[in-house]
């Protein structure tokens, strides 16, 4: 496994920061419900409880209510999601735009948000 850089390291740790920011800006709350062991992150959806993980270059998101999330996302949206475990996760090639990284999230969030 590659050694990462302080420039890499650095990076990171602005991307955590301003994710997890601009997550709590739209209601995310700590995860004291399902799966809170694994997501620290919890915002509240049209769908259900949108659980989050903020994980150094992407965010590991999963709906808890995995049949309401495929009844409210429009169809090319559904194509993130994985229908069994109601994972929705974004990779993000770069993190050094971190405005971009907050209008890729929200797009991804338009049609669940409350």
Known sequence: MKRKTKKQEKLEA?????????LQELGAVTNEGKFSGW????????????????????LAMRFVEVDRAKEILPHGQQDQLNGYSG??????????D???CKRILDRALDEVRL
């Open 14 to 22: 602005k991307f955590n920061e301003a994710m997890t920011a601009h």
């Open 39 to 58: 997501y620290e992150l919890s915002l509240p959806t049209r769908a259900g409880p949108l659980v989050i993980i903020v994980n150094e270059d992407w």
């Open 87 to 96: 994972k929705y996760n974004i990779h993000y090639g770069d993190i050094a």
């Open 98 to 100: 971190l405005e971009c």
